[in-house]
T-cell receptor, first 113, second 113 residues
């Protein structure tokens, strides 16, 4: 069964620092991998989606990479800002349907001004 | 577009009561899903649908029913509420094909006493 792990569970950094969030998965036969952001008391917002044939995706200060062979994805946030404070979740589809997602338990990020 | 909408935002039930959580999307998405989010457990898939008239069980379907009579709506029914169903419920939708980006609603907080 696919398992998704995110380390660390929580991270606190000073403003301006570059940081990396990690996501690991046990079954490399994935269709895609998606990174989400969740603010307290809110729903999930999709940040980046990487198809299985891609190695990375970029959006503004965010860059997500995917290494299927090692079962890892990283989310790189450049020049972090207090507004980046949130929980970051990664998820992969399973069982042949792209809307059947298995989520990691997330990394709670705090960016200190 | 309103995106994915969920009602109610918050609900308190007594054990044994039934209720329906509403989910609607105006993006003409084929795929819709329901997740619950619990502390320490992350998000888990309850039920999902790949089109009108087609539904299937996810990871934690017991105690919940769904139907998909239209493309736009995907209600989740709690048959006889139990305290273990206290959670935050999220509805999501996406196109049927690639890339598979999931769009989430704002969530419904449910407290079962």
């Amino acid at each position: 069964k696919q398992e998704v792990t995110q380390i660390p569970a929580a991270l606190s950094v000073p403003e301006g620092e570059n940081l990396v969030l990690n996501c690991s998965f046990t079954d490399s036969a994935i269709y895609n991998l998606q990174w989400f952001r969740q603010d307290p008391g809110k729903g999930l917002t999709s940040l980046l989606l990487i198809q299985s044939s891609q190695r990375e995706q970029t959006s503004g200060r965010l860059n997500a990479s995917l290494d299927k062979s090692s079962g890892r994805s990283t989310l790189y946030i450049a020049a972090s800002q207090p507004g980046d404070s949130a929980t970051y979740l990664c998820a992969v589809p399973y069982g042949g349907a792209t809307n059947k997602l298995i989520f990691g338990t997330g990394t709670l990020l705090a960016v200190q001004p | 577009n309103a995106g994915v909408t969920q009602t109610p935002k918050f609900q308190v039930l007594k054990t044994g009561q039934s209720m329906t959580l509403q989910c609607a999307q105006d993006m003409n998405h084929e795929y819709m899903s329901w997740y619950r989010q619990d502390p320490g457990m992350g998000l888990r898939l309850i039920h999902y649908s790949v089109g009108a008239g087609i539904t299937d069980q996810g990871e934690v379907p017991n105690g919940y029913n769904v139907s998909r009579s239209t493309t736009e709506d995907f209600p989740l029914r709690l048959l006889s509420a139990a305290p273990s169903q206290t959670s935050v419920y999220f509805c999501a939708s996406s196109y049927g094909g690639a890339p598979g980006t999931q769009y989430f609603g704002p969530g419904t907080r449910l407290l079962v006493l």
